[in-house]
DNA sequence: ATGGCAATGTTTCATTGA
C-alpha cells in the first residue's frame, strides 16, 4: 500500500476502469492461466469464485508478482472468494460474508475500493430443484439481497460481480426447453435473481446490445463447448451510478479454450471516468 | 433415463459442481 502523499500522485481512476469476474474453479489449478490472462487483458478489480483454497495457502506472492494486491476469504475444496485490486487503488472496508447471515462457507467478500463498493459472490449452485440444496439456495439468495439493499443504501456506487449460478432468462440458454425447470433456470431462482434487479441494480451485460448465443459457462462433458451448449450464469452488476458510467460489458469466450481451462469463462466491464 | 468431465481429498473411489 502506497503512502498517502504518493498516492496523491496518481489520479483516482488512471484511465477507464476495468472489472472482471471470473468462477476459476480451483485458484491453484488455473494460476497460471489467470495470470496469463491478467498480463493479456490488465483489469483493474477481479473477483474470482470458487478458489478452492485455504486462507493460509493463498498465492498472494504469486499475484503480487502480477501486479495485484489479493483479498481472500477461502476454505479447503469447496466454494471460497476473492478480490484482486492494482495496488494504485485504496481498498478499505474488507468484509467475509452476509451480515446476520451464518454460513460456513465461503462465498462472499466486499470491499470499498476507491469510490466504489464490490461485492464479489458466489451463489450457491443448488445441485436439484427441490432438493435440502435448492432450499439452502433460496434462503441465501434472500439474504443476499437484503445484504445488497444494505449496502446500495450506504454506497451509491455498487458493483455486485460474480457466480450467480442462474441463467436470468431464456435467451441466457443455448436450449431452453432442455433446461426449462432445471436447476438455474426454475422460476423461483429466476425470481431470486430479479429480486437483485428490484433493488436498483441493472445487469450490466444488458446494457449494451450483445450477439445471440453468448454464454459464460459450459459443462465439461459432451463437447459442450465446442457446440456452445452454455449457459450465461456469471454477472456484473452495477447501481444506477456506474451503470452511467458503464461503456462495455462483454465475455471472453477464449478464455475457456486451451488446456485445462475453467468451466466458466471471465466476464469484464468496463467504466468510464465521472 | 443415464453418463459423459474436472477437481478435491476422504485418493484408486465418493462427492460436488452446473
Redesign the pocket.
Known sequence: MLPENDRAHFPRYAAALKLVTW?V??????LPRLVQWLADNAPDIVCL??T???DARFPRDALADAGYLAHFAGQ????GVAILVRPTLQVTDIVPGIAGFEDEQKRVLSATIGETRVVCV???????VGSD?YRYKLDWCRAAAAHLRAELARHPSLVVAG?F?VAPEDRDVHDPALWAVQ??CSEPERAAFRKFLDDGLKDSFRLFDQPPNVFS?W????LAFPRNHG?R?DHILVSPPLAKRCVSCRIDRNARKGE?????APVMAEFKDQ
Open positions: 468462477n474453479n480451483s485458484l491453484s489449478m488455473r469464485q470458487e478452492k483454497i485455504e479447503r475444496t469447496y466454494n458466489y451463489v450457491p449452485n443448488g445441485q436439484a440444496k457466480d449460478n436447476i438455474h459457462w459443462d465439461y462433458r459432451q449457459l450464469i485445462k481451462p475453467s468451466d466458466h
